[in-house]
């Protein structure tokens, strides 16, 4: 049997192993997209500058006004998370 030929109606029984398995990758293919996006990071002062085009003393500016709420810090570790920077910039200059 073809994988081509597999339809709803078709038994499992009826499949081999191989057409079963790239049947249930299939589904984990088409799930891995959206997991990906869940969470967004940058790092530190430089992960700022990139995510904003700018500069490094405008970047800590940023860092410690306009998107402080989405910043973590932990001594000299930065985390920002991109989804909330990003709206908090655009509510900012809106």
Known sequence: METNKITNETPIVMLTVGQ????LNKDKKQEAPAIQNTTNYVYGLNGIKKL??????????????????????NGRKIIVDVNKALELFNKRNS
């Open 52 to 73: 904003f085009s700018v500069s490094h003393a405008t970047a800590y500016r940023y860092k410690e006004t306009i998107i402080k709420d989405a910043v973590r810090q």
């Open 20 to 23: 079963l398995m790239e049947l």
